[in-house]
């Protein structure tokens, strides 16, 4: 895997500072990669500390490549915006995660909702609620299934098309997540702004608990905030018991992390998603 990560991180460099010609040539390769059936979904599911059950799941993206083997986003995501190309992979992945929801809801499965993580370039530049609404009506499923996971760099250039643009997804029914929370830089007031539903707390923070000075207090400080904002909270990234412990004592909503279960392939999560709901 070492292997592949040097590989991909060489294509990668190669492409910044491409030519055209290279350029083209990553163009047709993504392109090519996309109609071949070289991308799937992985999916992760997270974990409500009040019940012990599945809250919900995210979907993420790998990437097939006959000769790398298994691609990994932080190789080929950034890629993926420079060449102006995320839209139509973020497309792809609304589309297939609408399908297998849908597909998973008539064979009688009750999961509250797949999570779909969305480029930042997306929101204002590529029409989200009107892509997520055909792909809702395509599937025939309702947007209470769907919750769409944005950072906040999604917001900073335009606040205000970012607000009308959310205010359409959330009239499909669809729920706003804001990941990486606590990375960012710009000021709170957004969160009051925007109709926002979860905040994530980046594994940044969780991977610090409880050790760190002064981290446990700005976790601690973030669930008060999302309590008292009535946003639901999710920690990324737990790994061990004692940060469970501190988050299910501090009434955390939901879990996500390895400790719970890492990303798995779709029929992997639905076995797991199975004996979850035995146990
Ligand atoms: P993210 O949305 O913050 O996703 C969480 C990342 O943390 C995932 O990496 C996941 O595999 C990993 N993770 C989960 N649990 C743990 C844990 O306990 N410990 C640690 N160390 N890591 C954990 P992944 O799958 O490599 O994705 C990386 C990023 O790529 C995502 O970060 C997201 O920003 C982006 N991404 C993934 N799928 C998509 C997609 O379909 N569309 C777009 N636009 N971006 C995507
Ligand atoms: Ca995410
Ligand atoms: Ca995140
Ligand atoms: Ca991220």
């Known amino acids: 895997s070492k292997e592949i990560g040097r590989n991909s991180f060489q294509l990668y460099k190669a492409s ?17 990669a996309l109609e071949h059936d070289e991308f799937e979904l992985f999916f992760q599911p997270l974990q409500c500390l009040a ?82 609404s055909s792909v809702l009506k395509k599937h025939q499923l309702s947007g209470h299934f769907v919750e769409l996971e944005l950072t906040e760099s999604s917001f900073i250039s335009n606040l205000h098309d970012a607000k ?39 594994a940044s923070f969780v991977a610090k608990i ?9 976790v601690a400080a973030i669930i008060a905030m999302a309590k008292a904002l009535n946003l639901q909270v999710v920690a990324e990234g737990v790994e061990k018991p004692e940060q469970r412990q501190f988050l299910q004592k501090l009434a955390c909503n939901t879990i996500q992390g390895y400790m719970y279960c890492k990303p798995l392939c779709c029929d992997d999560w639905l076995r797991f998603y199975h004996q979850e709901k035995v146990t």
């Open 16 to 32: 910044m500072n491409a030519r055209s010609l290279e350029r083209l040539s990553m163009l047709s390769r993504f392109q090519y």
């Open 51 to 132: 019940s012990n059950k599945v809250a919900s799941v995210e979907c993420l993206l790998r990437w097939n490549d006959p000769n790398l083997g298994m691609i990994l986003p932080a190789q080929f995501i950034p890629l993926a915006e420079e060449l102006g190309l995320i839209i139509k992979l973020d497309q792809w992945v609304i589309n297939k995660a609408c399908e297998k929801m849908a597909l998973w809801r008539r064979q009688g499965s009750d999961v509250k909702r797949i999570a779909i993580n969305v480029s930042a370039q997306h929101l204002c530049q590529g029409e989200l609620a009107q892509t997520v």
């Open 164 to 202: 009308s643009e959310l205010k359409k997804l959330k009239s499909l029914g669809v729920s706003i997540a804001l990941d990486d929370f606590g990375t960012g830089y710009s000021a709170l007031s957004y969160l009051t702004k925007l109709p926002i539903d979860t905040l994530k707390i980046d």
């Open 210 to 218: 409880p050790d760190e000075y002064g981290n446990s207090e700005i």
